[in-house]
């Protein structure tokens, strides 16, 4: 996904929905009080900046004065609306999959961003090669990729079956379990759960326009031509409808599952 341009107003269009999960997954972490204050930490896939400044405030007026944040994004747009932000955080280009810190991070962090990357378990021994002994992975996933909003994508792109499937591929997380395994080598610390966030959604199509800024991407990008992706779209929207219909007040509900796991690495 690296390759590809992403919108951060569209993205933004559901903030709110987005950004709960990555609150929830800071307020899960350990803080000065635990004994736990960072000077290094890096969110990995920070988009628009929203939740990396979340986590900086988190961790403000922490025991270490000099903590140094670094918010990583491949888009150029994601990036350039980062850094028209007002905190101390260091906004770079790069890719997940072959980014490497300068130095060993404290915090780990990453929202909603590591899908897109493949091989997750090579991935998170990577990741965890960064992490300095007792510093700390915090990840959070979509999980979503079974629900009836992602499976009514290959439904509607029947006509073009191996464009859709290729493109589908691009977002693949593994097993709870798998993951367990992944960091178990080299933490001593591993917490893992799962939660389904019910969305309330207005205005006409939302779920379209949910899935439409995030996961239909590369699917929209792999069809052949404007024709099939209008006819693609039409299809695809009647399906969610009919999955996903309006309450009598025009609200829609969405639910969404999203994994976490907050890993400690052990100490020397």
């Not at 009080?33 to 290094?40: C, V």
């Not at 900086?56 to 028209?84: C, H, L, P, R, W």
């Not at 790069?94 to 909603?112: Q, R």
Request: glycine fraction near 6%; aromatic fraction near 8%; charged fraction near 25%.
């Amino acid at each position: 996904m690296s390759n590809t341009h992403w919108d951060p107003a569209r993205y933004g269009l559901f903030g709110n929905e987005r950004q709960r999960p990555a609150i929830d997954l800071i307020a899960r972490l350990p803080k000065a009080a635990d004994g736990f204050s960072p000077r290094h930490i890096v969110d990995l896939g920070c988009g628009p900046g929203n939740v990396t400044a979340l986590l900086a405030a988190a961790y403000a007026g922490t025991a270490t004065d000099d903590v140094k944040i670094v918010g990583i994004d491949s888009s150029d747009e994601m990036i350039d609306t980062a850094q028209k932000r007002d905190e101390n955080i260091d906004w770079q280009k790069g890719d997940i999959a072959s980014w490497e810190p300068e130095e060993k991070v404290d915090l780990l962090f990453s929202n909603a961003a590591l899908h897109w990357v493949p091989d997750h378990s090579k991935l998170f021994a990577r990741l965890l090669s960064f992490v300095r002994p007792g510093g700390l992975l915090a990840i959070q996933v979509p999980n979503n990729f079974l629900a009836p909003s992602h499976q009514l994508i290959g439904e509607a792109g029947l006509d073009w079956p191996k464009e859709v499937a290729k493109a589908m591929h691009a977002a693949r997380i593994m097993r709870p379990g798998d993951y367990f395994d992944a960091m178990a080598p080299e933490c001593d610390d591993i917490d893992l759960w799962q939660t389904q966030y019910c969305h309330v959604l207005t205005g006409e199509d939302p779920v379209h326009n949910w899935v439409s800024s995030t996961t239909l991407r590369p699917v929209m990008a792999a069809l052949p031509d404007d024709e099939a992706r209008a006819k693609f779209t039409e299809k695809y929207k009647v399906r969610l409808s009919q999955v996903y219909p309006p309450r009598d007040d025009g609200r829609t509900l969405f639910p969404f599952n999203r994994l976490f796991m907050i890993a400690r690495k052990r100490p020397a």
